[in-house]
């Protein structure tokens, strides 16, 4: 619902599934913020700032592609995240990790190595990178990201 870090969620489950999350749930959390719970209602009380989210973020994740288009990245169009994997096997040998670190020291742009979530040594010479930013922003990283 585009409010990342309030920390409040509900889950829908048949009730032999519900009956087992609950066991789990009373040990995860045992006390929610009471003004957060407050906003989220007056929240979830305007459509508006919800339903047009999809929208909003294949915009924005649009724009980053067509930025890097005729660029050496390989990718394959996200779908419901504002995360888009990008391969980077074109144009850099280095390992995952420390392609993200110089792209982040010499360019600006931050990155996460997917290698970070195997438990392997396995490096797919892929970066995540977030698309959640402002057009400016968005439009700054491509130009960058295109000339590697």
């Not at 920390?7 to 048949?14: E, I, M, S, T």
């Not at 789990?24 to 047009?52: C, D, K, R």
């Not at 890097?68 to 390992?95: C, H």
Request: proline share 3%; glycine share 4%; with cysteine.
């Amino acid at each position: 619902f585009h409010n990342t870090g309030w920390k409040v969620g509900y889950c829908v489950a048949p009730k032999y599934l519900m009956e087992e999350f609950r066991k789990v749930h009373q040990f995860n959390v045992f006390s929610v913020n009471h003004p957060i719970q407050q906003a989220l209602s007056v929240y979830l009380e305007n459509e508006e700032t919800y339903l047009g989210l999809s929208e909003f973020y294949q915009q924005k994740r649009d724009l980053f592609l067509e930025g890097i288009k005729d660029s050496r990245w390989e990718f394959t169009p996200a779908s419901g995240s504002y995360f888009q994997l990008l391969s980077f096997k074109n144009i850099s040998v280095e390992k995952d990790v420390d392609f993200a670190k110089r792209l982040t020291k010499e360019d600006k742009i931050a990155s996460i190595p997917t290698s970070v979530f195997y438990t392997t040594s396995e490096d797919p010479k892929v970066l995540r990178f977030c698309f959640a930013k402002t057009e400016e922003t968005i439009k700054k990283a491509t130009d960058i990201l295109r000339k590697l």
